[in-house]
């Protein structure tokens, strides 16, 4: 009988946990089903399965969200392991590299520019950046060995591409046009430089041009070595989005609005790019700190603004971020 009964009562506590596990497993699995997916890291490529991320993005005037950038750095503040190594001036070092000496620049003209006065007007910009007041700001940053960026640009030629990969662009895919520019020898292979892809305003890139940003810089390892490249779109796509005005000081709308964009990608390029160098507690390098912002302006002959005159052109291009003195927003040092 006392076998009988601890026999019974033993079935019966069996039974009691079995029901207990099935109603915590059927509780976890609705509270997994009811949970919320992770949101995807801001720029990420929603199409593209093999999106290649981190990068740095400019955001473009629809995109409000003042933490973009964020979680787009190397052991960023999502995981926790990036503590800088100098505060102060609004922004901080986190012991990443900068670019040395005179940073090469190289364009990849993407799309359809024939007839288009953007090769010269953007040409000429990168001409004449090097040495100015402006591009002087970048000077105010260094590396781990306190060795300063220099005032020097060069321009070291261009190659185009006759949509090699479409029109519409996954971040992938703008990687190969720079791999293969640099591969097929049209292009070196040079890591003191930034390669610039330049989209006609037939392309987009599916990452969020026009909607999130109208450029960015990343980096990547393209032959062995450590290749920094940037995307710049037209904003004669979008111009409510990416251009700063309708009329441009050098009479091509398009063109004008991508020389703030090749200016603010530059000069993050330089100051932080491997995405482990400046940038403060948001992710914000310094020309995000002064997106869309231009100083003091003038108007040109068309009736359009400008604020810089580089070489023999005017350009309205936005402030840079100076790390001296506090830390401001400015248009020369």
């Not at 029901?19 to 997994?32: D, H, K, M, P, R």
């Not at 070291?156 to 720079?178: E, F, K, N, R």
Request: hydrophobic share 35%; net charge negative.
């Amino acid at each position: 009988m006392k076998i009988m009964f601890r026999l019974s009562f033993v079935m019966a506590l069996l039974a009691i946990l079995g029901l207990t596990g099935n109603v915590l497993a059927q509780e976890t699995q609705s509270a997994q089903r009811k949970a919320p997916a992770e949101a995807a890291a801001p720029g990420q490529d929603q199409d593209d399965p093999g999106v290649i991320l981190p990068k740095v993005v400019h955001r473009s005037l629809n995109n409000y969200d003042m933490d973009t950038n964020r979680y787009q750095h190397e052991g960023s503040a999502r995981s926790g392991k990036f503590s800088p190594l100098a505060r102060g001036n609004g922004i901080n070092y986190h012991g990443g590299p900068v670019i040395l000496g005179t940073t090469n620049v190289y364009y990849i003209w993407y799309g359809n520019w024939s007839g288009n006065t953007a090769t010269t007007i953007l040409t000429d910009l990168a001409n004449g950046i090097g040495g100015s007041p402006y591009f002087n700001i970048n000077t105010t940053y260094y590396n781990g060995s306190n060795a300063h960026v220099s005032n020097a640009v060069h321009y070291a030629g261009s190659t185009t591409d006759s949509y090699s990969q479409g029109t519409s662009l996954s971040d992938a895919q703008i990687q190969t046009v720079v791999a293969s520019a640099i591969s097929s020898g049209r292009l070196p292979n040079d890591t003191n430089a930034v390669y610039f892809v330049l989209t006609s305003a037939d392309v987009t890139a599916s990452s969020g041009f026009c909607t999130q940003y109208c450029g960015w810089h990343t980096h990547a390892t393209i032959g062995g070595k450590d290749i920094k490249y940037s995307f710049v779109g037209n904003p004669d796509r979008c111009p409510s989005s990416c251009a700063a005005q309708t009329t441009g000081p050098n009479g091509n709308a398009g063109a004008d609005g991508m020389a703030s964009i090749i200016a603010h990608e530059s000069e993050e390029a330089i100051s932080d790019p491997d995405l482990n160098a400046w940038f403060d507690s948001r992710g914000a390098e310094n020309a995000d700190k002064c997106a869309w912002t231009f100083g003091t302006e003038s108007t040109a002959s068309n009736g359009s603004k400008y604020n810089v005159t580089l070489g023999s052109r005017k350009y309205l291009i936005q402030q840079n971020w100076v790390n001296a003195s506090g830390g401001f927003c400015a248009k020369s040092y």
